[in-house]
T-cell receptor
Framework: AQTVTQSQPEMSVQEAETVTLSCTYD???????LFWYKQPPSRQMILVIR??????QNATENRFSVNFQKAAKSFSLKISDSQLGDAAMYFC??????????????FGQGTRLTINP | GAVVSQHPSWVICKSGTSVKIECRSL??????MFWYRQFPKQSLMLMAT?????????EQGVEKDKFLINHASLTLSTLTVTSAHPEDSSFYIC???????????FGQGTRLTVV
């Protein structure tokens, strides 16, 4: 079974600075997807960024980018120019590709990100 | 992104009663819906996966007779907590996706309090 580990329960960063959230995972599959979700105080889960394992290029979405290291099974999220609205719980998640494995999301434990003004 | 609506946002019920939570995909047909439970300051725990027109697949340790899931149409899935007890109090979240090649979108969640 796949597992996802987020080793940082809490992180904080000064507004406008850059912060990196860590995520490692374990799988024997070769094709899969990785995600970062944001859960603000409203508790609505919001997809931040997605990475397909077969793509070598790291995904980026405006101020959000990932560092995907497939061999190391590492998938970190970098938030640049942090804004107060980025304060939330961030979850790393894994999903098998449609061609193999269960299609459910496997979540990490989460990292609570605080933005200091 | 696509919209998934969950209702109610919060509900308080008496111990021993049943409560139903609805999850609707508003602008797409959801062949698969997922139900999660989230305890305070914890991650999401998958309870079950439901495919339209078939029985839900429950995760290990989830009581299928207590958490009844129905996915009778391509836009609606329901979770019924039967004979609720205070320990069932939690935040329940649904997600829905059109097919295996598309993303799953999440509802707003339902806070259930059993008194």
């Amino acid at each position: 079974a796949q597992t996802v580990t987020q080793s940082q329960p809490e992180m904080s960063v000064q507004e406008a600075e850059t912060v990196t959230l860590s995520c490692t995972y374990d799988t024997s599959e070769s094709d899969y997807y990785l995600f970062w979700y944001k859960q603000p105080p409203s508790r609505q889960m919001i997809l931040v960024i997605r990475q397909e394992a077969y793509k070598q290029q790291n995904a980026t979405e405006n101020r959000f980018s990932v560092n995907f290291q497939k061999a190391a099974k590492s998938f970190s999220l970098k938030i640049s120019d942090s804004q107060l609205g980025d304060a939330a719980m961030y979850f790393c998640a894994y999903r098998s590709s449609p061609r193999q494995g269960a299609q459910k999301l496997v979540f990490g434990q989460g990292t609570r990100l605080t933005i200091n003004p | 992104g696509a919209v998934v609506s969950q209702h109610p946002s919060w509900v308080i019920c008496k111990s021993g009663t049943s409560v139903k939570i609805e999850c609707r995909s508003l602008d797409f047909q959801a062949t698969t819906m997922f139900w999660y439970r989230q305890f305070p300051k914890q991650s999401l725990m998958l309870m079950a996966t439901s495919n339209e027109g078939s029985k839900a697949t429950y995760e290990q340790g989830v009581e299928k007779d207590k958490f009844l899931i129905n996915h009778a149409s391509l836009t609606l899935s329901t979770l019924t907590v039967t004979s609720a007890h205070p320990e069932d109090s939690s935040f329940y979240i649904c997600s829905a996706r059109e097919d295996a090649n598309t993303e799953a979108f999440f509802g707003q969640g339902t806070r259930l309090t059993v008194v």
